[in-house]
Protein backbone atom coordinates (compact mmCIF):
# COMPACT_ATOMS: atom_id res chain seq x y z
CA UNK A 1 0.00 0.00 0.00
CA UNK A 2 1.61 3.44 -0.97
CA UNK A 3 1.56 5.81 2.03
CA UNK A 4 2.73 9.37 2.72
CA UNK A 5 2.49 10.33 5.78
CA UNK A 6 3.24 13.93 6.76
CA UNK A 7 4.24 15.31 9.87
CA UNK A 8 5.71 18.67 11.52
CA UNK A 9 2.84 20.90 11.18
CA UNK A 10 1.52 23.16 14.27
CA UNK A 11 0.90 26.60 15.15
CA UNK A 12 3.74 29.02 15.83
CA UNK A 13 4.22 32.86 15.97
CA UNK A 14 4.90 35.07 12.96
CA UNK A 15 8.68 35.37 11.92
CA UNK A 16 9.06 31.45 13.35
CA UNK A 17 10.55 28.30 11.90
CA UNK A 18 8.66 24.88 11.08
CA UNK A 19 10.63 21.59 9.31
CA UNK A 20 7.92 19.44 7.52
CA UNK A 21 8.85 16.12 7.16
CA UNK A 22 7.31 13.41 4.61
CA UNK A 23 7.94 9.53 4.67
CA UNK A 24 6.74 7.60 2.13
CA UNK A 25 6.30 3.74 1.69
CA UNK A 26 5.02 1.26 -0.97
CA UNK A 27 6.74 2.22 -3.80
CA UNK A 28 10.13 3.06 -4.74
CA UNK A 29 10.74 6.78 -3.50
CA UNK A 30 14.04 7.50 -5.52
CA UNK A 31 12.42 6.88 -8.67
CA UNK A 32 9.66 9.65 -8.00
CA UNK A 33 9.76 13.37 -7.72
CA UNK A 34 8.21 14.67 -4.67
CA UNK A 35 6.96 17.64 -3.56
CA UNK A 36 4.77 20.09 -1.20
CA UNK A 37 1.28 21.71 -1.85
CA UNK A 38 -0.70 23.83 0.32
CA UNK A 39 -4.09 24.87 0.87
CA UNK A 40 -5.85 27.48 3.04
CA UNK A 41 -9.68 27.55 3.82
CA UNK A 42 -11.70 28.27 0.21
CA UNK A 43 -8.59 29.16 -1.55
CA UNK A 44 -7.14 26.55 -4.02
CA UNK A 45 -3.88 24.53 -4.23
CA UNK A 46 -0.35 25.45 -4.86
CA UNK A 47 2.94 24.28 -4.78
CA UNK A 48 5.21 25.04 -2.28
CA UNK A 49 8.20 23.12 -3.59
CA UNK A 50 9.41 20.49 -5.32
CA UNK A 51 12.22 18.15 -6.10
CA UNK A 52 13.09 15.81 -8.27
CA UNK A 53 14.96 12.00 -8.28
CA UNK A 54 18.66 14.25 -9.32
CA UNK A 55 18.04 16.97 -6.81
CA UNK A 56 16.70 19.83 -9.38
CA UNK A 57 14.55 21.93 -6.85
CA UNK A 58 11.11 24.53 -7.48
CA UNK A 59 9.78 26.80 -5.55
CA UNK A 60 6.32 28.98 -5.20
CA UNK A 61 6.72 32.16 -5.68
CA UNK A 62 5.38 33.40 -2.42
CA UNK A 63 8.07 31.38 -0.62
CA UNK A 64 11.05 31.71 -2.31
CA UNK A 65 14.05 32.51 0.12
CA UNK A 66 11.79 31.65 2.75
CA UNK A 67 11.77 27.71 2.12
CA UNK A 68 14.25 24.83 1.60
CA UNK A 69 13.08 21.56 0.04
CA UNK A 70 15.36 18.29 0.47
CA UNK A 71 15.13 14.31 -0.11
CA UNK A 72 16.53 11.60 1.97
CA UNK A 73 16.54 8.57 -0.31
CA UNK A 74 18.02 6.47 2.36
CA UNK A 75 15.66 7.50 4.98
CA UNK A 76 12.36 7.83 2.36
CA UNK A 77 11.57 10.99 3.16
CA UNK A 78 11.36 14.67 1.79
CA UNK A 79 11.45 17.95 3.69
CA UNK A 80 10.46 20.95 3.58
CA UNK A 81 12.64 23.46 6.16
CA UNK A 82 10.22 27.12 6.19
CA UNK A 83 11.49 29.89 8.39
CA UNK A 84 10.52 33.92 8.37
CA UNK A 85 6.67 32.25 8.21
CA UNK A 86 3.91 34.42 8.12
CA UNK A 87 -0.17 34.31 8.34
CA UNK A 88 -0.43 34.16 5.34
CA UNK A 89 1.17 30.61 5.21
CA UNK A 90 -1.44 28.70 6.97
CA UNK A 91 -2.19 26.37 5.06
CA UNK A 92 -2.93 22.43 5.37
CA UNK A 93 0.71 21.36 3.87
CA UNK A 94 0.28 18.09 1.62
CA UNK A 95 3.23 15.78 0.47
CA UNK A 96 2.76 14.32 -3.10
CA UNK A 97 4.91 12.19 -5.44
CA UNK A 98 4.94 11.98 -9.10
CA UNK A 99 6.64 11.00 -12.47
CA UNK A 100 5.91 13.17 -14.12
CA UNK A 101 7.74 15.83 -15.28
CA UNK A 102 8.31 18.61 -12.65
CA UNK A 103 9.62 21.89 -15.39
CA UNK A 104 5.91 21.00 -16.37
CA UNK A 105 4.13 20.67 -12.70
CA UNK A 106 0.99 22.80 -12.33
CA UNK A 107 1.75 25.77 -9.67
CA UNK A 108 -1.57 25.55 -9.27
CA UNK A 109 -4.79 23.08 -8.86
CA UNK A 110 -8.23 23.03 -7.94
CA UNK A 111 -7.46 20.58 -5.16
CA UNK A 112 -4.36 18.91 -3.62
CA UNK A 113 -5.12 15.62 -5.90
CA UNK A 114 -3.91 16.08 -9.22
CA UNK A 115 -1.19 16.10 -11.86
CA UNK A 116 0.84 13.90 -9.11
CA UNK A 117 0.26 9.88 -8.67
CA UNK A 118 0.31 9.80 -4.78
CA UNK A 119 -0.67 12.53 -2.45
CA UNK A 120 -0.60 12.35 1.72
CA UNK A 121 -3.32 13.10 4.07
CA UNK A 122 -1.94 16.75 4.60
CA UNK A 123 -0.42 18.29 7.93
CA UNK A 124 -1.92 21.51 9.50
CA UNK A 125 0.64 24.80 9.85
CA UNK A 126 -1.18 27.94 11.39
CA UNK A 127 1.02 31.22 11.95
CA UNK A 128 -0.37 33.69 14.25
CA UNK A 129 0.42 37.31 14.48
Known amino acids: EVQLVESGGGSVQAGGSLRLSCTAS????????VGWYRQAPGNQCDLVSA???????YYGDSVKGRVTVSRDNAKNTLYLQMSSLEPEDTAVYYC???????????????????????WGKGTLVTISS
Open 51 to 57: ITTDGKT
Open 26 to 33: GFTFDDFH
Open 96 to 118: AAGRQRLDRIPYRLNQCNGYMDY
